[in-house]
């Protein structure tokens, strides 16, 4: 069974009615090899379907988030992206200076994730997040607009 078919399976398990848009929504996310704006997702659903609208994928892509089965993150200058949880666990390093995305083993948090839950009855869902601060690069020297050269794009996502 495919990852659509996957997620469809799910959202009509739990009482979602599945439109043809929205069928086309959760098309375009999970095919995807990487994350996604709601903007780019309406801009490829407009191109299967002309005249969709985009409060569809919005309104998707919430329902999406709030049953588990996407992603969403914040990778700077209010920009969200959405991936399935096919995608893959993983950290998002954002550099507020120059927008440069590394990305990281989620690992790294296991401990911060033992923390939460002994000290506050938290599970923390940290398998996919973005954490901001400075890259080598910027932090060595903060004049430089775009050390990377790549015009604020991210290594990959």
């Not at 401990?111 to 996919?128: C, G, I, P, W």
């Amino acid at each position: 069974m495919s990852q659509t078919d996957e997620i469809l399976d799910t959202l009509r398990q739990r009482g979602y009615r599945i439109t043809a848009q929205r069928e086309i929504v959760v098309e375009i996310i999970s095919e995807a090899e990487h994350h996604l704006s709601a903007e780019e997702i309406y801009q490829e659903l407009e191109t299967r379907t002309p005249g969709a609208n985009i409060s569809t994928v919005y309104r998707t892509l919430e329902v999406l988030w709030e049953e588990g089965l996407t992603c969403r993150n914040d990778l700077s200058e209010g920009k969200i992206v959405y991936a399935t949880r096919e995608h893959g666990p993983h950290i998002h390093l954002v550099c507020r200076r120059c927008n440069y995305v590394i990305e990281a083993e989620p690992e790294v948090l296991n401990q911060l994730s033992e923390v939460l839950l002994a000290n506050y009855q938290f599970r923390a869902d940290l398998d996919h997040l973005s954490i901001f601060g400075l890259c080598e690069q910027c932090e060595d020297d903060p004049r430089v607009e775009d050390p990377h050269n790549k015009q604020s794009q991210s290594t990959r996502r």
